[in-house]
């Protein structure tokens, strides 16, 4: 997905039955940066989700081991 720098976006990580971990709004996209503390997190599949204003998203697998 072609991301428009301008656009306001809603970051999300999910587990894979669709329970929101975290949640934020980010207005400058390119330069957002995220760290997860792992130990948190529960052995399994995630999901961080990056969806912009017109409802269009991408989504990145993660797996906790």
Do not use: C, M, P, W
């Amino acid at each position: 997905a072609v991301l428009n720098h301008n656009n306001e976006y809603t970051t999300q990580l999910t587990n894979v039955i669709g329970q929101v971990i975290y949640s934020e709004t980010v207005r400058n996209i390119s330069t957002f940066k995220k760290q997860f503390t792992t130990a948190d997190l529960k052995t399994g599949v995630y999901f961080f989700i990056i969806t912009d204003q017109n409802g269009a998203n991408s989504v990145s697998k993660v797996i906790i081991e």
